[in-house]
C-alpha cells in the first residue's frame, strides 16, 4: 500500500473495459471511507446503487456497490483505532471537524473522503519500489494478504 498524503483525485475516461462484478479481480476499485456504514450504504442503495458483496479484513468492514453503469466502488468503515498512518491522520482530522479542503465542496457528511485505490497488480512489491522512487510515497506495511 502507498501512501500519498491528504489530496487523492480520481480520474474517469472513455477508453476503459466492462465493468467487472467481482472486486476480487476488479483492476480499479475506489474505495471510500465513510463514518456511518450502514447508514451510507442504505443512502447509496436508495438513489441506484447496487449491491454486490461485502468483506471484513482486521474487523473493518467494506460493502461494494455498483454504480448505475455497473462499476464496483467500496465504502469502507472508518478504522480509528488501525496503527497506519493514514487511518490515524483521517481519524485526527475527522475529530478536529475538518470536513473537506478548503475552498472546494465537502463530500456529504457520511463520507469523509477517499480513502483507498485498491489497484491489481502483477508485481505489486516492483509497483510499490517503482511509485516510492518516482513520487516518495511511503510504503506502508504489507498485510498477510499480499497487499503492499
Given at each position: 500500500m502507498l501512501y500519498g498524503g491528504d489530496v487523492c483525485v480520481f480520474e474517469v475516461n472513455r477508453s476503459g473495459q466492462p465493468p467487472v462484478s467481482d472486486p476480487s479481480v476488479a483492476e480499479c476499485t475506489q474505495i471510500f471511507r465513510v463514518r456511518d456504514l450502514d447508514a451510507v450504504v442504505a443512502q447509496v442503495l436508495s438513489v441506484g446503487a447496487s449491491s454486490a458483496v461485502q468483506e471484513t479484513i482486521h474487523n473493518v468492514r467494506t460493502v461494494f456497490l455498483r454504480d448505475s453503469v455497473g462499476h464496483l466502488y467500496?465504502?469502507?468503515?472508518?478504522?480509528?483505532?488501525?496503527?497506519?498512518?493514514?487511518?490515524?491522520?483521517?481519524?485526527?482530522?475527522?475529530?478536529?471537524?475538518?470536513r473537506g479542503l478548503a475552498g472546494l465542496p465537502s463530500l456529504p457528511s457520511s463520507i469523509q473522503n477517499l480513502g483507498y485505490v485498491r489497484l491489481r497488480v502483477e508485481d505489486p512489491d516492483a509497483m510499490a519500489t517503482f511509485y516510492a522512487e518516482m513520487l516518495g510515497l511511503d510504503v506502508l506495511p504489507s498485510s498477510a494478504d499480499g497487499v503492499v
Open positions: 467500496g465504502l469502507r468503515q472508518a478504522h480509528d483505532d488501525s496503527p497506519l498512518a493514514q487511518n490515524l491522520e483521517a481519524a485526527r482530522s475527522w475529530n478536529a471537524g475538518a
